[in-house]
């Protein structure tokens, strides 16, 4: 999948004003409608204008699409970071599926899933109405899942300056982060999101939560994975070794005739929750290096005397 350059497809600057968007988008319709144009590509060139339109017309996409942007050019292969879009606060529920579905894989990549602003809603409402809910992508630390915690986390919410530009705003809120939160799950602040008309209630802001890589641990579910390397030695002739864990170290007892792969499970040592989470250690055979003539010599003796063709299922 390739990088988009969206304010290129349109032919405008990358800090055009809304208008000039606007009027570039009518031009660019009007030359490359299926219904009215005689260029060759045209019903291609009109879905590539409508889809760069949708990402620049609106604030918030185009504020969390500009951040992206920076680093990528026009044609390079393109993988979205999975951080990409976190701390951006997002009016509304985005584009649904029906919109999504006519444009391309590099849009869904970053908006299909309903990122990205909305302009309905209370806008279009009458005297007295709720006012839009806010989403926001947050990254959380493993330690303040397991433990819970409250953390300072900021914002950035697009919008638009009197000149037709977009900037960004931010905001600090203290958020309690639930004990045993989880990938996906979301933290509802009640009475955060866009203000209400008529002195109705404002919306409610809803963080999705994202757990940050941890340097020991991988987290699915509610169940947490760790590797241990293990000596040959251990593995073939069974060891009690020191393993950490969330909760401290603890004593783990490795079976003899242990191999690569292999899973020791913890029971309960996960996430917390309502059925707790387990610990699966991952063996990890990790050989001594040969880098002495000793170890050399005993590599030497080991291939003499034991015989063992790691090969021998492959059906020579």
Same mark, same amino acid.
């Given at each position: 999948m390739e990088f988009k350059d969206y304010y290129a497809v349109m032919g405008v600057a990358r800090d055009a004003a809304q208008d000039e968007i606007k009027r570039a988008y009518r031009k660019l319709a009007r030359k490359y409608h299926p219904d009215v144009s005689k260029e060759k590509d045209a019903e291609a060139r009109f879905k590539e204008v409508g889809e760069a339109y949708e990402v620049l017309k609106d604030p918030e996409k185009r504020a969390a699409y500009d951040r992206l942007a920076s680093s990528w050019r026009p044609g390079e292969e393109f993988r979205p970071p999975p951080d990409w879009d976190a701390g951006f606060e997002f009016s509304g529920g985005g584009v649904g599926p029906e919109a999504g579905s006519a444009f391309s894989d590099f849009f869904e990549s970053l908006f299909g899933r309903g990122?990205?602003?909305?302009?309905?809603?209370?806008?279009?409402a009458t005297f007295r109405a709720r006012g839009q809910d806010h989403h926001a992508k947050v990254l959380v630390d493993l330690e303040d899942s397991l433990q819970g915690a409250t953390r300072a986390i900021t914002l950035r919410m697009p919008e638009l300056t009197a000149d037709g530009h977009v900037t960004t705003r931010e905001r600090t809120l203290n958020v309690r982060i639930p004990q045993g939160v989880r990938n996906g799950q979301q933290i509802r602040l009640a009475g955060h999101g866009g203000a209400g008309l008529g002195n109705a209630p404002p919306g409610d802001l809803y963080l999705e939560v994202e757990l940050r890589p941890h340097p020991l641990y991988r987290v699915d579910g509610t169940d947490l994975y760790l590797d241990l390397p293990v000596a040959?030695?251990?593995?073939?002739?069974?060891?009690?070794?020191?393993? *950490?864990?969330?909760?401290?170290? &603890?004593?783990?007892?490795?079976?003899?005739?242990?191999? =690569?792969? !292999?899973?020791?499970? +913890?029971?309960?040592?996960?996430?917390?929750?309502?059925? *707790?989470?387990?610990?699966?250690? &991952?063996?990890?055979?990790?050989?001594?290096?040969?880098? =002495?003539? !000793?170890?050399?010599? +005993?590599?030497?003796?080991?291939?003499?005397?034991?015989?063992?063709?790691p090969r021998a299922g492959l059906g020579r």
């Open positions: 990122r990205g602003g909305g302009t309905g809603g209370a806008r279009g040959p030695w251990e593995a073939a002739l069974g060891a009690t070794v020191q393993v *950490p864990t969330p909760a401290g170290t &603890v004593d783990l007892k490795i079976p003899a005739g242990s191999a =690569t792969d !292999r899973k020791l499970r +913890l029971k309960g040592r996960g996430l917390p929750a309502r059925e *707790p989470g387990d610990l699966y250690v &991952v063996l990890r055979v990790t050989l001594p290096p040969a880098d =002495t003539e !000793r170890a050399r010599a +005993l590599y030497r003796r080991m291939q003499e005397e034991l015989h063992f063709d």
